[in-house]
T-cell receptor, first 117, second 117 residues
Framework: NAGVTQTPKFRVLKTGQSMTLLCAQD?????MYWYRQDPGMGLRLIHY???????AKGEVPDGYNVSRLKKQNFLLGLESAAPSQTSVYFC????????????????FGAGTRLSVL | AQKITQTQPGMFVQEKEAVTLDCTYD???????LFWYKQPSSGEMIFLIY??????QNATEGRYSLNFQKARKSANLVISASQLGDSAMYFC??????????????FGKGTSLLVTP
């Protein structure tokens, strides 16, 4: 009953370092998302994917890249980390059975807490 | 563009009492879906309840109910018989009918609920 799995759970980077956040879902969902959560800001969309091999920018994409080479995996990369990227990152996924306005629950991973010094 | 507003940064409620968490939204769409999520101190995002804009009945899920007033554009979460384990952040979110942003959820900034003995 894994659902959405994110690795790592915690990471500390120095400014300028790179890293990749991994997200895997076992629910055969087409749609996957990366959000960031900052204090008092709610969740903001970084990038999303509507299927294997496709990705698109969300609300706050600068400084991030993504890839979806396999349907079950969605990777978020930071090429040159900056202190402004200190945040909690959430991966999420859902299907759209019955269309976008049906009760298609978005399932979240446990989050990755990233600090950039 | 959609906007979700949660006007209560923090709320207190006594155990066994009911509490209402406010959510208003701004959209020009006629069709949309509204979600509530709970985020306990452990950090995960837990789906609570869904309301579709064309649903005639207010949604209920156990102790959670949604007071949906479409004309007022409000979707307040009601928690009955509060328990200590209900202490958490609560997020209201919306999914609209358009495919831009891949039908991602648009979140409010959240309300912190503390249940006291």
């Amino acid at each position: 009953n894994a659902g959405v799995t994110q690795t790592p759970k915690f990471r500390v980077l120095k400014t300028g370092q790179s890293m990749t956040l991994l997200c895997a879902q076992d629910m055969n969902h087409e749609y996957m998302y990366w959000y960031r959560q900052d204090p008092g800001m709610g969740l903001r969309l970084i990038h999303y994917s509507v299927g294997e091999g496709t990705t698109a920018k969300g609300e706050v994409p600068d400084g991030y890249n993504v890839s979806r080479l396999k349907k079950q995996n969605f990777l978020l990369g930071l090429e040159s980390a900056a202190p402004s990227q200190t945040s909690v990152y959430f991966c999420a996924s859902n299907r759209l059975a019955g269309g976008p306005l049906a009760k298609n629950i978005q399932y979240f991973g446990a989050g990755t807490r990233l600090s950039v010094l | 563009a959609q906007k979700i507003t949660q006007t209560q940064p923090g709320m207190f409620v006594q155990e066994k009492e009911a509490v209402t968490l406010d959510c208003t939204y701004d959209t020009s769409d006629q069709s949309y879906g509204l979600f509530w999520y709970k985020q306990p101190s452990s950090g995960e995002m837990i789906f609570l309840i869904y309301q579709g804009s064309y649903d005639e009945q207010n949604a209920t899920e156990g102790r959670y109910s949604l007071n949906f007033q479409k004309a007022r554009k409000s979707a307040n979460l009601v928690i009955s018989a509060s328990q200590l384990g209900d202490s958490a952040m609560y997020f209201c979110a919306m999914r609209g009918p358009n495919s831009n942003s891949g039908y991602a959820l648009n979140f409010g900034k959240g309300t912190s609920l503390l249940v006291t003995p």
